[in-house]
């Protein structure tokens, strides 16, 4: 961690040395060795986060839950994060387990402020298993959507 900060500050200091391209590059070098480890502590963080609707769909579901957060894909500053959803039912309805597949782009300068940041997070894919419908799956996603901040911040240390 220590060399990637120091390649970081180099990248900010002398920009024409260390281009954007560069400092990806090595994100996504350092990313991709731990993003099993990412992907658990993500899952640790999120797993069994439920958010209730508040509209008219509650009757056919009340609800979307985090059930996992499987494995990242980090490819220089992009981060793909699938995780395991679920649209919980409602009055008698039957959940519905699905994929819902989440990008952004990493904020390397932003670890100045001793912040990890992703911007530009949005749901690329949503995949359940047993299709609720295409309303339902949109609703899903732009619910999805609205909830994610730009960017997405969290604390180095605590």
Do not use: H
Request: proline share 6%; with cysteine; net charge negative.
């Amino acid at each position: 961690m220590k060399v990637f900060s120091v390649l970081c500050l180099l990248a900010l200091f002398f920009p024409s040395v260390y281009s954007q391209d560069f400092v990806c590059n090595i994100f996504g070098g350092f990313g991709s060795r731990k993003e099993e480890q990412i992907g658990q502590a993500l899952s640790a963080i999120l797993e069994g986060m439920t958010s209730d609707f508040e509209s008219p769909n509650n009757l056919v579901y009340s609800s979307l839950r985090i059930d996992e957060i499987n494995t990242p894909d980090i490819n220089g500053c992009t981060v793909t994060v699938p995780a395991d959803i679920t649209l919980v039912g409602a009055n008698g309805n039957p959940n519905q387990p699905g994929v819902a597949t989440i990008q952004g782009t990493f904020q390397w300068a932003r670890l100045f402020l001793l912040e990890i940041c992703v911007s530009g997070l949005e749901v690329k894919e949503l995949d359940f298993d047993n299709s609720p419908g295409t309303f339902f799956e949109d609703f899903a996603k732009s619910y999805i959507n609205g909830q994610l901040d730009d960017p997405e911040c969290t604390p180095i240390f605590g």
